[in-house]
């Protein structure tokens, strides 16, 4: 097997192996914490306090791995630290405790997925490649993420939803030892600090504001959309069955991104996303039956893949080779960081005096991600 062909299998298996944790974890580790007896505003607190570490530790790690080279020690280690730091996770069922762990443990592992993505497009981007295929490796995650939340909703149904944490953790070391054979940087680091330089502008400003807003919108959804729909009366089945599709319709979108994009730009491809997003929250703020919950979840495709794709890309066509990592960790920590911290903490405060009106206000908020995209990002 050529170099080439080994760094892109390697690369497909972080994706599946990552995304497939997280298929475990966004479902039901939220869930879990309900039937632990935390109230609404300690979930949307714990979920806060974790990405807000997200934000500052996947920023600096990524600027220590950029301007060192050491991207690659960085990463392996840091994927053996979470897994062994997630086995507190065993043993602990009360707030505090929890708090305590979660600090600890997303401390190592808030820049992994962003040192994912700079080791994907330098990869594709050697040789010439073409970048736009990242769909199709990244596609391997989703297809992870739909067999686990699939499958782990009969599991739950069949044992008990405490079974997600040692589940976690044999992920976390899977991912571990997977973490090994992944490709070395490719960046320069005698040229760093001008790469910065360069990455901070006004489209960067903007493209960050509208990433901020777009998974700001999503705070309803990745934090009490399982909840939600718990309360209405569905099986924790249903609720995986949900989730799974999806990731199907991310999946589809992902394998055809590359053909998306040669006739659609990034910028029109980010805007259309945030538009179909606040229509996403529109169903799901009067969704009740089944046909409009699988409707809603279609969409997906947009509100999720279209716009990861776009704005990994577009992260990308605004760094240099010497600041990749810090892009993507910059563009992860005001996202899936500070705009799902904002997110949590404020359904957290809110849910139980709104519940399903916050969808939309989320539907606001994904339309004045658009707005700013398109008229302060030009």
């Known amino acids: 097997m050529s170099q080439d062909k080994l760094s892109y299998l390697t690369l497909k298996i972080q994706y599946f192996i990552y995304f497939g944790v997280l298929g475990i974890f966004l479902p039901y580790f939220n869930l879990y914490c309900h039937h632990l007896g935390f109230t609404s505003f300690e979930i949307g607190s714990l979920s806060a306090l974790r990405t807000a570490i997200t934000i500052v530790f996947s920023i600096g790690w990524s600027i220590v791995a950029d301007r060192y080279a050491w991207r690659k020690p960085i990463y392996v280690l840091f994927n053996f630290l979470s897994a062994a730091i997630w086995v507190f996770f065993l043993y602990i069922n009360n707030f505090w405790g929890m708090v305590i762990v979660t600090i600890f443990h997303t401390i190592f592992f808030a820049p992994l997925i962003a040192f994912i993505e700079a080791f994907a497009m330098d990869e594709l981007g050697s040789g010439g490649g073409d970048k736009n295929r990242y769909g199709r490796i990244r596609a391997w995650g989703s297809v992870s993420f739909i067999l686990v939340v699939f499958t782990l909703g009969k599991i739950s149904d069949l044992f008990s939803i405490n079974i997600i944490i040692p589940l976690i953790l044999a992920g976390y070391t899977l991912q571990a030892l997977f973490s090994i054979p992944m490709p070395k940087a490719k960046a ?69 991104s590359g ?109 004045a991600g658009a707005v700013v995209f398109r008229f302060l990002g030009r």
């Open 259 to 367: 053909r998306i994009l040669k006739y659609i730009s990034l910028e029109n491809v980010i805007f259309f996303s945030c538009l179909v997003a606040a229509l996403r929250w529109c169903l799901l703020w009067r969704a009740v039956t089944v046909t409009e919950i699988m409707i809603a979840q279609m969409l997906h495709a947009f509100t999720y893949g279209t716009f990861h794709v776009a704005s990994i890309l577009y992260m990308d066509r605004l760094s240099t080779g010497e600041t990749r990592t810090l892009g993507q960790a910059a563009n992860n920590a005001v996202s899936y960081g500070l705009g799902m911290m904002a997110g949590f903490l404020l359904n957290g405060y809110w849910y139980e005096a709104y519940g399903a009106r916050l969808f939309l206000m989320s539907a606001c908020v994904s339309l």
């Open 188 to 256: 320069r680091k005698k040229q760093f600090h001008a790469g910065v330089k360069e990455l901070l502008n006004a489209r960067t400003l903007a493209f960050l504001t509208c990433s901020f807003l777009m998974l700001l919108s999503h705070g309803t959804y990745y934090g009490f959309y399982s909840i939600y729909l718990e309360e209405l009366g569905y099986s924790p089945f249903f609720i995986g069955s949900t989730w799974a599709v999806a990731s199907i319709a991310e999946i589809v979108l992902m394998i055809n």
